[in-house]
């Protein structure tokens, strides 16, 4: 049972346009979220994260919004640039007894074209 | 700085196999997490460590996956025997703090073909 959903496997955008990740989530109890990025050959890395006190996050070209009626959040990239063509996972954490770990989603492959 | 480092980075092997990943942390670090990405389920933890104790391997497959931690800066993934179903990515993250909130540093990854 996926606790946190990226419903869109790949996207592919301009370059200079602007690049919408979107990611669901079940679980009310999550109360941290994250983007990570991942480049073929390499381990994920960290982009930004948002606490459930906030509904947006804002670090130079990304931003992330949350809503949470909705359980959704989506990572804005404004504008897009060719080098973020990259695996994005979002993922959730909370206090619901699962020990505060990391869930993440299936990820979604970003192409930005030139 | 080193970071995450992971050895091997591609194994082939056959089914029935013993499949042995490992993972050396970053300094300092004291949380050490081992995941699977699959293209249907994406990132799943399996098991994390902190200070060298598991907290939760409520995600290991069954019992032919085990890990340790030997020490505070090395640990190793076990498949025995191994399956084709477990042919996937297998990434270890270290950390320092919060499992949940603070920065996980991923390793490269060990790509395991299981023929």
């Known amino acids: 049972d996926q606790q946190v959903k990226q419903n869109s496997p790949s996207l592919s955008v301009q370059e200079g346009r602007i690049s919408i990740l979107n990611c669901d989530y079940t679980?009310?109890?999550?109360?941290?979220f994250l983007w990570y990025k991942k480049y073929p050959a390499e381990g994920p890395t960290f982009l930004i994260s948002?606490?459930?006190?906030?509904d947006k996050n804002e670090d130079g070209r990304f931003t992330v919004f949350l809503n949470k009626s909705a359980k959704h959040l989506s990572l804005h990239i404004v504008p897009s640039q060719p080098g973020d063509s990259a695996v994005y996972f979002c993922?959730?954490?909370?206090?619901?007894?699962?020990?505060?770990?990391?869930?993440f989603g299936q990820g979604t492959t970003l192409q930005v074209k030139p | 700085d080193a970071g995450v480092i992971q050895s091997p980075r591609h194994e082939v092997t056959e089914m029935g196999q013993e499949v042995t990943l490992r993972c050396k942390l970053i300094?300092?670090?004291?949380?050490l997490f081992w995941y699977r990405q699959t293209m249907m389920r994406g990132l799943e933890l399996l098991i994390y460590?902190?200070?060298?104790?598991?907290?939760?391997d409520s995600g290991m497959p069954e019992d032919r996956f085990s890990a340790k931690m030997p020490n505070a800066s090395f640990s190793t993934l076990k498949i025995q025997p191994s399956e084709p179903r477990d042919s996937a990515v297998y990434f270890c993250?270290?950390?320092?703090?919060?499992?949940?909130?603070?920065?996980?540093?991923f390793g490269p990854g060990t790509r395991l073909t299981v023929l």
């Open positions: 993250a270290s950390g320092r703090g919060d499992p949940g909130t603070d920065t996980q540093y």
């Open positions: 679980n009310s109890m999550f109360d941290y």
């Open positions: 948002i606490s459930s006190i906030k």
């Open positions: 993922a959730a954490s909370g206090n619901s007894g699962n020990t505060g770990k990391l869930i």
């Open positions: 300094s300092g670090h004291n949380s």
């Open positions: 460590f902190n200070n060298n104790v598991p907290i939760d």
